[in-house]
């Protein structure tokens, strides 16, 4: 089974970026969709983006779209997502995902 490790979270200015990675160890499928989900404090998970590992095709929540970009290294088995143009309102602890398997988190704060 694969197991998920987030890293690359903190505290960062509105207007900032941050880089966030997910390190999968085992088999990650062809078929496989990666996904980064986020939860802030109060409020339920939701989807931020997700990418296809066969064709690399990509997904995004619409407030992040033109922000945020997914992309995936096969031979490092990693998953990242970059982060611009930070708001408040990103503050969340990110998780990745694939199937039923979740990282345990990084915490994003986007504060002045």
């Known amino acids: 089974q694969v197991q998920l490790v987030e890293s690359g979270g903190g505290l960062v200015q509105p207007g900032g970026s941050l880089r966030l990675s997910c390190s999968a160890s085992?088999?990650?499928?062809?078929?496989?969709?990666i996904s980064w989900y986020r939860q802030a404090p109060g409020k339920v998970r939701e989807f931020v983006a997700s990418?296809?590992?066969?064709?690399?095709?990509?997904e995004y929540r619409d407030s992040v779209k033109g922000r945020f970009r997914i992309s995936r290294d096969a031979a490092k088995n990693t998953i990242d997502l970059e982060m611009n143009s930070l708001e408040p309102e990103d503050t969340a602890v990110y998780y990745c995902?694939?199937?039923?398997?979740w990282g345990q988190g990084t915490q994003v704060t986007v504060s002045s």
């Open positions: 995902n694939v199937h039923s398997v």
């Open positions: 085992g088999t990650i499928y062809a078929s496989d969709r």
């Open positions: 990418i296809k590992w066969r064709d690399n095709k990509k």
